[in-house]
């Protein structure tokens, strides 16, 4: 089960594609953050969602908003992922404790090992504003998250 809207956002520190170490609190006061779940990297439907955030990125990285991706795979695997495709955000391993920011999120498939497809619009004081989870294969548009930032 998910997050409800309204209730505040779990905090976590991951590391991003380059090592760096991320948290959802950095944000805090600053930006809105669109908190991307994606089962793997490498897969059909996970490198298009990416894609098309990387060909539309203004929307959802800019001066306001902070655009933060995150799978359950190594930083290592996410840095080859985000090399190769172009992503000029942070792709975040959620990969040890294997799920643990995904789980907090409500969104971890353990039989799979992976996060489902879940997306969490949170706003600057870390209060989850919108959110939708999709099944495994099934995409998500960007126009819906568009609409979410408008909303805040």
Request: aromatic share 12%; hydrophobic share 45%.
């Amino acid at each position: 089960m998910t997050l409800s809207i309204g209730t505040a956002a779990p905090d976590f520190e991951l590391s991003d594609q380059h090592g760096n170490k991320v948290s959802l609190s950095s944000f805090k006061g600053k930006k809105n953050v669109v908190l991307l779940f994606i089962p793997f990297a490498f897969t059909g439907t996970c490198t298009g969602e990416l894609c098309a955030m990387r060909d539309d990125l203004s929307s959802f990285q800019n001066d306001n908003v902070e655009l933060l991706a995150v799978s359950c795979d190594s930083m290592f695997t996410q840095r080859i992922f985000a090399e190769k495709e172009g992503y000029n955000f942070p792709v975040l391993a959620d990969f040890w404790p294997h799920g643990a920011v995904a789980q907090a999120y409500g969104i971890f498939d353990e039989v799979r090992g992976c996060a489902l497809r879940g997306t969490f619009v949170i706003d600057k004081e870390g209060i989850i504003r919108w959110q939708v989870v999709n099944g495994l294969g099934d995409a998500r548009s960007n126009d819906d998250y568009k609409a979410a930032l408008a909303a805040l």
